[in-house]
């Protein structure tokens, strides 16, 4: 990624009864290719099919690291 290309990340997103907001649990990473398409790596599989991606937050990943 000599372009400092937008990884993104792969979430889904999970309702629980209780609870008045939804829990975002990463589960993989996106990566662009030149023609557009995306190359998507999951690490788990959504049970309810819902996968949300978006670009990584460098800001909060610095805090991580």
């Known amino acids: ?9 792969v979430f889904t997103i999970v309702d629980k ?3 008045d907001k939804s ?10 290719n030149r ?5 998507v790596y999951l690490d788990a ?4 099919g819902r996968l949300q991606i ?4 460098r800001a909060q990943n610095s805090k991580e690291e």
Request: glycine share 12%; charged share 25%; net charge negative.
């Open 17 to 19: 009864e209780g609870f």
């Open 35 to 39: 023609d557009g398409s995306l190359n």
């Open 54 to 57: 978006r670009e990584r937050n």
């Open 23 to 32: 829990f975002w649990v990463k589960v993989g990473a996106c990566f662009p």
């Open 45 to 48: 599989l959504p049970l309810n």
């Open 1 to 9: 990624m000599a372009d400092g290309a937008r990884m993104m990340e």
